[in-house]
T-cell receptor, first 112, second 113 residues
């Protein structure tokens, strides 16, 4: 089967660093994606990893280990506006299509 | 570039009715995917269209169908609505950068009473 796991909720303090983990088991792999979704809004694209290693984009970084079926999203210098759900998604096909399998999301609360 | 647009944004229907939702992708994008989002199940893949052809399908009953037009706009239809179809329906546009990123529209909030 296809499975993506991430923690349900996390809490962190403004200015801190938080790491959101994601583990996956899929029949194929064509990339791992992180999205941010504020309550009542559509998901917005944060990052994409297809090769092992770290991708950095401002305050946000994403890491992938394909051999371990593992990724994390690192958020630095947390701000109140970072309170949102963070969705991990995998493209499970090898033939290059846009089908994604999503985890159920991690709800992050940033406290003052 | 304009983003992904979806119409209508909100819809209330009665059990047994049918509904059609519309999605216009980002200009130049040829892939449109549809997802259903509910609090209990999260985001579930419905189907993907690319150049007017359905390329992938998720595990939803045949009451859920879709199509894509030559201008890449897509429609999704749900027939014989059930209470459990109440959800946020999101469409995502993807296109050709070789990285398989998708960009989501604002969604259509469907309530079935």
């Amino acid at each position: 089967g296809q499975n993506i796991d991430q923690p349900t909720e996390m809490t962190a303090t403004e200015g801190a660093i938080v790491q959101i983990n994601c583990t996956y088991q899929t029949s194929g792999f064509n990339g791992l994606f992180w999205y941010q979704q504020h309550a009542g809004e559509a998901p917005t694209f944060l990052s994409y990893n297809v090769l092992d290693g770290l991708e950095e984009k401002g305050r946000f970084s994403s890491f992938l280990s394909r051999s371990k079926g593992y990724s994390y999203l690192l958020l630095k210098e947390l701000q109140m506006k970072d309170s949102a759900s963070y969705l991990c998604a995998v493209s499970p096909t090898t033939s290059g299509t846009y089908k994604y399998i999503f985890g159920t999301g991690t709800r992050l609360k940033v406290l003052a | 570039k304009a983003g992904v647009t979806q119409t209508p944004r909100y819809l209330i229907k009665t059990r047994g009715q049918q509904v059609t939702l519309s999605c216009s992708p980002i200009s130049g994008h040829r892939s449109v995917s549809w997802y259903q989002q509910t609090p209990g199940q999260g985001l579930q893949f419905l189907f993907e269209y690319f150049s007017e052809t359905q390329r992938n399908k998720g595990n939803f009953p045949g009451r859920f169908s879709g199509r894509q037009f030559s201008n890449s706009r897509s429609e999704m239809n749900v027939s014989t609505l059930e209470l459990g179809d109440s959800a946020l329906y999101l469409c995502a546009s993807g296109g050709g950068t070789g990285t398989y990123e998708q960009y989501f529209g604002p969604g259509t909030r469907l309530t079935v009473t």
